[in-house]
């Protein structure tokens, strides 16, 4: 089975720019999740995703991220104008009922 | 609020030492608990987990045993080894949903 897949693994972009992050989640879990760990500090939920429907963005710290899951596949996390607290490792899990699976993480510097 | 508070690092041991990691939570009820470990170059990966109060959690050598009392869950290790290195997080359920509340981490240097 394969895992959770986050690409790109690394993005260094400028201040003001547009990122985009990927995850695709393990076939079958309907459960989708973003996290973010900012430089030494823990890591915070941004928001979860069951199916493509949005059931809890608590998280998301601002109107520049954008997340989208199309058709309950793969998701997307939109930074747009990217900002440099923005720079982080991005983390995306999925599960089925209990149990997440982490993917390995997009680190985002934002310079 | 809901917290996870583990001790600072980094933390640096010799090879065959003892391992405490401090972990402590704040929650209404008895929330599941987590250890998670980061191995450098490497994704989140379950280390052990505790569903409910007194339940001891344990794998590659590592426990954690779910104090109420305490609200802890302190992760333990015998006798380290130079792969050990790596971040570990504690993370309690916040809900069924499924969300995670982590704590900052603690970065683990185990030297030969």
């Known amino acids: 089975e394969a895992g959770v897949t986050q690409f790109p693994s690394h993005s260094v972009i400028e201040k003001g720019q547009t990122v985009t992050l990927r995850c695709d989640p393990i076939?079958?879990?309907?459960?989708l999740y973003w996290y973010r760990r900012v430089m030494g500090k823990e890591i915070k939920f941004l928001l979860h995703?069951?199916?493509?429907?949005?059931?809890?963005e608590s998280g998301m710290p601002n109107n520049r991220f954008l997340a989208e899951r199309t058709g309950g596949t793969y998701s997307t996390l939109k930074v747009q104008p990217a900002e440099l607290e923005d720079s982080g490792v991005y983390f995306c899990?999925?599960?089925?009922?209990?149990?997440?699976?982490f993917g390995s993480g997009t680190r985002l510097t934002v310079v | 609020g809901d917290s996870v508070t583990q001790m600072e690092g980094p933390v640096t041991l010799s090879e065959e030492a003892f391992l405490t990691i401090n972990c402590t939570y704040t929650?209404?009820?008895?929330?599941?608990l987590f250890w998670y470990v980061q191995y450098p170059g490497e994704g989140l990966q379950l280390l052990l987990k505790?569903?409910?109060?007194?339940d001891k959690g344990s794998n590659k050598g590592f426990e954690a045993t779910y104090r109420k009392e305490t609200t802890s869950f302190h992760l333990e290790k015998g006798s380290v080894q130079v792969s050990d290195s790596a971040v570990y997080f504690c993370?309690?359920?916040?809900?069924?949903?499924?969300?995670?509340?982590f704590g900052q981490g603690t970065e683990l240097s185990v030297k030969p």
């Open positions: 899990a999925s599960s089925q009922l209990y149990g997440y699976t």
């Open positions: 076939s079958g879990h309907d459960n």
């Open positions: 995703f069951v199916k493509e429907s949005k059931q809890d």
């Open positions: 929650a209404t009820g008895y929330p599941s």
């Open positions: 505790a569903t409910k109060a007194d």
């Open positions: 993370a309690r359920l916040y809900n069924q949903g499924g969300k995670l509340i």
